[in-house]
Every structure is written in C-alpha cells, then in structure tokens.
C-alpha cells in the first residue's frame, strides 16, 4: 500500500547552466513539479538533453537550482550544505549507468560494500557480516566478497553497485539509466532484482531512462520530459499504452521491438508524425 505523505516532493524546479566565454547559458529544467511516495518508482523518460539526468543530479546536490524547491521527508534541501548532505546520504543514494566506472578497480567488492557502512559508524567486523547478506540479497555467489569488480560481467558489477547503495537501508535511491550499459537479458534480470528489493524493503526509486519499455517495466507512474519541460505525467501503464502527447509517442515508436515488420510499420509512423509537426 502507498503512503498518502510523499517523501519526496519537487516544486517549480529550474537549472540553468551559466555561459562560458560567447557561449549563452541553457536553461536545463523549468518549471518541474512532481511528487514521490514510500515504496513506490517514478520514471523519467526523455531522450539525451532532455533534463532527465539534471533532475536527479539536483536531488543529489551535484547541482545547484536556480529556482525552485526540493523537500526530503518535509525537510528542504534544495540548497543544502555539506553537513545536511552526508546526514542525508544515509536516506538518499544513487546508482549510475556505467557499472564499469561507478566501482573502484583496486577495491575489493567486499571493501567497496563495506565502506559506506564503516562511515556511517559500523565495525569492520559488523560491515562485514553485513556484506554477506548484501551478497545474498542481490544473488551473488558469498565468495565474491574478495574478488576485484574486473573479475565480474557487466550485470555482476551493476549488482555490485545496488548492494552499495542499499547497504545502509536507504529511502530513496536515484537510479540513472541503471540498466542501458547491459544487453536486454541482463536489464530484465537487473530491473527484477530492484523490484524484488523495492518489495523487500519499500524503498522509493526515482527511475531515469530514455527507454519507455524499461520505465513501463519498474514504474508506478511516469514523467515525460522534453527540452526541460514536463509534457506528460501520469499512470505507467496508461502513458505507455496510450502516450497522448506526441513526443510520447514518438518516443513509443522509436523503442525496438522484435518483430521486423512492427519495427517498419512504426519507423513510418514515426516519420508521419513528425512530418505532420514539421507542417503544423
């Protein structure tokens, strides 16, 4: 059952890059409102530059707003500092697209798990035996603990990187493109082991992708964005099935399916559409 408080909440949120040198400043995000609550994943879907991306880096204080309010759990953290931030990343954590680039090469899995624990106060002995039950929790072998990330496949090490950002109980985690660096095999697999977890422990997910299939796979519900602007929010089933918005459906048409001729018949739909805009 959803909670009926959120525990997120997004209000009126703009970003906009300074300019360097002669080139202008761009507007990143304007004017983005949206709400996420205990156990439940919002997807944002948009193609690159987008904002998809900056929404989430904002939410995680790698970028500042320039309008605009983030609220955490009724608390305002939009332009939180450097204490209020690592109180807050006991609560708040991300996975990244890159498995490849998100672990360190010279760490040990079993010291890549532990750290965050040991920061938040625990005992090497206590991180430890807690590491086993991430290893378990993500299904991997219990030996893996002291093996180097080189030593595992792309799926292996995206598991890696979700037992980290579970491992102190989060609330929240921001999950960015978390599956588009691994074949579709393996993206199921991973997109059912957060849910999995997500029913295990209710954590919240904010869910980027610029793929509708994996949004309308792990997503209650589902924001749009094009150009920094919200253009469709709703259902994921309902937006997925039904997109009434014509970047939405441009974005529908664009998703690969396996059969040839659906393919085809969607490219020329696409293309219709897009003349028909191009016209208007």
Same mark, same amino acid.
């Given at each position: 059952?959803?909670?009926?408080? !959120?525990l997120?909440?997004?209000?009126?949120?703009a970003?906009?890059?300074?300019?360097?040198?002669r080139r202008?400043? $761009?507007r990143?995000?304007?004017?983005?409102?949206f709400?996420?609550r205990p156990g439940?994943t919002?997807?944002?879907?948009?193609?690159?530059?987008?904002?998809?991306?900056?929404i989430?880096r904002a939410i995680?204080g790698l970028v500042?707003p320039?309008?605009?309010k983030?609220? $955490?759990d009724?608390?305002?953290i939009?332009?939180?500092?450097?204490g209020?931030?690592r109180?807050?990343?006991?609560?708040?954590?991300?996975?990244f697209?890159?498995?490849?680039t998100s672990l360190?090469?010279s760490?040990s899995?079993?010291?890549?798990l532990?750290e !965050?624990l040991?920061?938040?106060?625990?005992t090497r002995?206590?991180a430890l035996?807690?590491?086993?039950?991430l290893?378990?929790?993500?299904?991997?072998p219990?030996d893996?603990?002291g093996?180097?990330?080189r030593?595992?496949s792309g799926?292996?090490?995206q598991?890696?990187?979700?037992?980290?950002?579970?491992?102190?109980e989060?609330?929240?985690?921001v999950?960015?493109? !978390?599956v588009s660096?691994l074949d579709?095999?393996?993206?199921a697999?991973?997109?059912?082991?957060?849910?999995e977890?997500?029913e295990?422990?209710g954590?919240?997910y904010?869910f980027?992708s610029?793929d509708?299939?994996?949004?309308?796979h792990i997503s209650h519900?589902?924001?749009v964005l $094009?150009r920094?602007m919200?253009?469709?929010h709703?259902?994921?089933?309902?937006?997925t099935s039904?997109?009434?918005h014509p970047?939405?459906?441009?974005? $529908?048409?664009?998703?690969p399916?396996p059969? !040839?001729?659906?393919?085809?018949?969607r490219?020329?739909?696409r293309?219709q559409l897009?003349?028909k805009?191009?016209?208007?």
């Amino acid at each position: 059952m959803m909670h009926r408080h !959120p525990l997120l909440e997004v209000e009126h949120l703009a970003v906009e890059y300074p300019g360097r040198g002669r080139r202008p400043g $761009f507007r990143a995000l304007e004017d983005i409102s949206f709400a996420l609550r205990p156990g439940e994943t919002l997807g944002l879907v948009g193609e690159s530059g987008s904002g998809k991306t900056t929404i989430g880096r904002a939410i995680l204080g790698l970028v500042k707003p320039t309008g605009g309010k983030i609220t $955490f759990d009724g608390a305002d953290i939009t332009r939180a500092g450097s204490g209020q931030r690592r109180a807050l990343s006991k609560d708040i954590q991300v996975v990244f697209q890159d498995p490849y680039t998100s672990l360190n090469p010279s760490m040990s899995v079993e010291d890549i798990l532990a750290e !965050p624990l040991t920061v938040q106060g625990w005992t090497r002995k206590d991180a430890l035996a807690r590491v086993r039950g991430l290893l378990d929790r993500v299904h991997l072998p219990s030996d893996a603990g002291g093996r180097l990330p080189r030593e595992f496949s792309g799926g292996q090490r995206q598991r890696i990187a979700i037992a980290r950002a579970i491992a102190i109980e989060p609330r929240l985690i921001v999950c960015d493109e !978390p599956v588009s660096a691994l074949d579709l095999t393996t993206q199921a697999r991973v997109l059912d082991l957060l849910v999995e977890i997500q029913e295990a422990t209710g954590v919240s997910y904010l869910f980027v992708s610029h793929d509708l299939s994996v949004i309308r796979h792990i997503s209650h519900n589902v924001i749009v964005l $094009f150009r920094g602007m919200i253009v469709e929010h709703g259902r994921a089933d309902q937006v997925t099935s039904e997109p009434g918005h014509p970047y939405t459906q441009r974005l $529908f048409m664009s998703a690969p399916v396996p059969n !040839p001729e659906l393919q085809r018949e969607r490219r020329e739909a696409r293309r219709q559409l897009t003349a028909k805009e191009q016209a208007a």
